[in-house]
């Protein structure tokens, strides 16, 4: 089995950080992509950043702002959020696209998702 868990959400300040983790664990053969994601109420999931390799990927929206990293030895990628603002609050969920050991292909795992508040 496969366990994705993020932590680090919380409530914080506009203009304030915060500092998402997040870590696979179990049957892993291979992580090939992991990224973050957001979820504000009553609008779709997007994508917030990614990582893949050596190359990243952002939202227009926190370009300049957010900053994706990953510890290949961990399993875990982070999340580095500055100059935070309202517009940011959600539900931050991780997404690693990986090979466990009892399968041939690879697949997409989510975690449960944490909380960011940006108060105004």
């Known amino acids: 089995q496969v366990q994705v868990v993020e932590s680090g959400g919380g409530l914080v300040q506009a203009g304030g950080s915060l500092r998402l983790s997040c870590a696979a664990s179990?049957?892993?053969?291979?992580?090939?992509?992991m990224g973050w994601y957001r979820q504000a109420r009553g609008k779709q999931r997007e994508l917030v950043a990614a990582?893949?390799?050596?190359?990243?990927n952002y939202a227009d929206s926190v370009k300049g702002r957010f900053f994706i990293s990953r510890d290949n030895a961990k399993n875990t990628v982070y999340l580095q959020m500055n100059s935070l603002k309202p517009e940011d609050t959600g539900v931050y969920f991780c997404?690693?696209?990986?090979?466990?050991?009892?399968?041939?292909?690879?697949?997409?795992?989510w975690g449960q998702g944490t909380q960011v508040t940006v108060s105004s």
């Open positions: 179990g049957s892993i053969f291979r992580i090939n992509d």
């Open positions: 997404n690693t696209r990986l090979r466990p050991y009892y399968s041939r292909d690879y697949s997409d795992y």
């Open positions: 990582i893949s390799g050596g190359s990243t």
